[in-house]
Nanobody, 117 residues
Framework: VQLQASGGGLVQAGGSLRLSCAAS????????MSWYRRSPGKQRELVAA???????NYADSVKGRFTISRDNAKNTVYLQMNSLKPEDTAVYYC????????????WGQGTLVTVSS
């Protein structure tokens, strides 16, 4: 499985961006898909996740502003980011895994999101 993330860029505070992550192969619909981010000087953190059944969870810092969704027909997971803040500036990574398969862990390349104040 290969994951290809896109959609990052430079946006002003209060603006919006939508990240996409397209997966190859035929197991996408079985995977829990997540977005992580890493800011300079900080550890990687989980931003949002969506299970194969569509259940979602979010970091407290993005609740109400970010929405994760998936389109199994397109093998793609999205992260809609609204009301962006400078502290959202980070490299965002998508991740996919089948939680019942040991060692199942796929990462996309990062996409940089920069929010200017």
């Amino acid at each position: 499985v290969q994951l290809q993330a896109s959609g990052g860029g430079l946006v002003q505070a209060g603006g919006s961006l939508r990240l996409s992550c397209a997966a190859s192969g035929n197991i996408f619909s079985f995977m829990t898909m997540s977005w992580y981010r890493r800011s300079p000087g900080k550890q990687r953190e989980l931003v949002a996740a969506i299970t194969s059944g569509g259940s979602t969870n979010y970091a407290d810092s993005v609740k109400g502003r970010f929405t994760i969704s998936r389109d199994n027909a397109k093998n793609t997971v999205y992260l809609q980011m609204n009301s962006l803040k400078p502290e959202d500036t980070a490299v965002y990574y998508c991740n996919g895994r089948r939680t019942w398969v040991r060692g199942d862990d796929y990462w996309g390349q990062g996409t940089l999101v920069t929010v200017s104040s």
